[in-house]
């Protein structure tokens, strides 16, 4: 906060800087001009110039400027940039530019941030638009991001302490993974193929076009890959001798783990997979999964088909591409599959994650004991 004032009657102007979380609470910092147009314009310089970080009234006499939340998040974020995935650096964006400054004192000092700021953030905090109380999940969300940009904070020496380790995580709600039946995703592709025929005899579409969201999904189902690791593999990663597909890290995409792996591929996915590879260019290292006109699918785009999809199909409005993912998973462990040969699949980073989906296996459960027991 701060404020224009006029010491003496025809005196010089000021600006005036106030932060309760600072020793002595106002600053003065003196703007050399007794004409208030002249003073008005350099008010708006300084106060811009303190929101930056660029300028610390109370920093003056030792000589040195403290960096501010906002230049802190700034650094942050271009860190970010060079290191992540641009879904990570739109994550940390979202959770530290919309939603952490936005609730903070302007120009606050990143040091001088503290689990005071953080708490009503975490708890007890509404939508902005509904007002309705935030889920767990977008509590845990924000609890995650902010334990990640402070903890950045401190190995650059911006702060002594992270003030996360001072709040208490928010619980984990129950919420089950959301995953298709069998005759769920029948009636999906039953809806993708009537509408492909529909505009194709109303001559709207092409030949070919939309049944690729069907080779999408299908893969999906079968692998429990990701939408990322779908959309970038490439057919070097294709092994059809042994069966296996290999996830790779490139220059162009990370895992989620940042670990590689091999699964196995069904037969069904086998079967995909030499169909779409009978009828590409001859390309070693081309996309196994294209568009129509052979160029490399876009993830927002195919999530946005398969959302229209859903819909069309009357499916639970909670079901969203990342739910095939869950589909996988949610099948294997219904026929008896161990959860950690499920995590391999999936390429969890902990047997916890994998956890999520033990209640689907209940008869497993119950022979497991039973054998052993008796």
């Given at each position: 906060m701060a404020r224009l004032r006029k010491i003496g009657k025809g005196g010089h102007y000021y600006i005036v800087f106030y932060d309760s979380e600072r020793k002595p609470k106002e600053k003065s910092v003196p703007l050399k001009t007794t004409r208030k147009d002249v003073a008005m314009k350099k008010f708006t310089r300084k106060l811009a110039e303190y929101e930056r970080g660029e300028l610390d009234p109370w920093g003056q006499?030792?000589?040195?400027?403290?960096?501010?939340?906002?230049?802190?998040?700034?650094?942050?974020?271009k860190h970010c940039k060079q290191h992540n995935r641009p879904k990570t650096v739109k994550a940390y964006r979202s959770a530290l530019e919309t939603t952490l400054l936005s609730a903070l004192p302007a120009g606050i000092g990143i040091a001088h941030i503290d689990a005071s700021h953080l708490y009503p953030l975490l708890y007890g905090a509404k939508h902005f638009r509904t007002g309705e109380p935030l889920k767990?999940?977008?509590?845990r969300y924000r609890y995650r991001h902010f334990a990640g940009f402070f903890s950045w904070c401190k190995d650059a020496g911006l702060v002594k302490d992270n003030p996360v380790d001072n709040v208490k995580r928010p619980k984990d709600g129950e919420r089950i993974p959301e995953f298709l039946t069998p005759a769920q995703l029948e009636r999906l592709l039953r809806c993708i193929d009537a509408d492909y025929e529909l505009n194709v005899a109303g001559g709207h579409a092409r030949d070919?076009?939309?049944?690729?969201?069907?080779?999408?999904?299908?893969?999906?189902?079968?692998?429990?890959?990701?939408?990322?690791?779908?959309?970038?593999?490439?057919?070097?990663?294709?092994?059809?001798?042994?069966?296996?597909?290999?996830?790779?890290?490139?220059?162009?995409?990370?895992?989620?783990?940042?670990?590689?792996?091999?699964?196995?591929?069904?037969?069904?996915?086998?079967?995909?997979?030499?169909r779409?590879?009978?009828?590409?260019?001859?390309?070693?290292?081309?996309f196994v999964l294209t568009g129509i006109a052979g160029a490399p699918l876009n993830p927002?785009?195919?999530?946005?088909?398969?959302?229209?999809?859903?819909?069309?199909?009357?499916?639970?409005?909670?079901?969203?591409?990342?739910?095939?993912?869950?589909?996988?998973?949610?099948?294997?462990?219904?026929?008896?599959?161990?959860?950690s040969?499920?995590?391999?699949?999936?390429?969890?980073?902990?047997i916890q994650v994998t956890e999520r989906y033990s209640h689907l296996a209940p008869d497993v459960m119950t022979a497991a004991v039973r054998s052993t027991f008796g």
């Amino acid at each position: 906060m701060a404020r224009l004032r006029k010491i003496g009657k025809g005196g010089h102007y000021y600006i005036v800087f106030y932060d309760s979380e600072r020793k002595p609470k106002e600053k003065s910092v003196p703007l050399k001009t007794t004409r208030k147009d002249v003073a008005m314009k350099k008010f708006t310089r300084k106060l811009a110039e303190y929101e930056r970080g660029e300028l610390d009234p109370w920093g003056q006499r030792k000589g040195r400027t403290e960096v501010t939340a906002k230049v802190a998040v700034e650094r942050f974020l271009k860190h970010c940039k060079q290191h992540n995935r641009p879904k990570t650096v739109k994550a940390y964006r979202s959770a530290l530019e919309t939603t952490l400054l936005s609730a903070l004192p302007a120009g606050i000092g990143i040091a001088h941030i503290d689990a005071s700021h953080l708490y009503p953030l975490l708890y007890g905090a509404k939508h902005f638009r509904t007002g309705e109380p935030l889920k767990p999940a977008t509590l845990r969300y924000r609890y995650r991001h902010f334990a990640g940009f402070f903890s950045w904070c401190k190995d650059a020496g911006l702060v002594k302490d992270n003030p996360v380790d001072n709040v208490k995580r928010p619980k984990d709600g129950e919420r089950i993974p959301e995953f298709l039946t069998p005759a769920q995703l029948e009636r999906l592709l039953r809806c993708i193929d009537a509408d492909y025929e529909l505009n194709v005899a109303g001559g709207h579409a092409r030949d070919g076009e939309v049944l690729w969201l069907k080779d999408l999904i299908l893969l999906a189902v079968n692998t429990g890959l990701r939408m990322g690791e779908l959309v970038s593999l490439r057919w070097q990663d294709v092994d059809f001798d042994s069966g296996f597909v290999t996830i790779r890290n490139r220059e162009d995409f990370q895992t989620k783990s940042g670990n590689e792996r091999t699964i196995p591929l069904s037969s069904q996915a086998v079967d995909i997979l030499r169909r779409i590879d009978r009828k590409r260019e001859d390309q070693h290292d081309g996309f196994v999964l294209t568009g129509i006109a052979g160029a490399p699918l876009n993830p927002e785009y195919a999530s946005k088909r398969f959302k229209h999809y859903v819909r069309k199909a009357k499916l639970p409005e909670i079901i969203r591409f990342h739910s095939l993912r869950h589909t996988c998973a949610s099948w294997h462990v219904q026929r008896g599959v161990p959860l950690s040969v499920v995590q391999a699949i999936l390429g969890h980073s902990s047997i916890q994650v994998t956890e999520r989906y033990s209640h689907l296996a209940p008869d497993v459960m119950t022979a497991a004991v039973r054998s052993t027991f008796g």
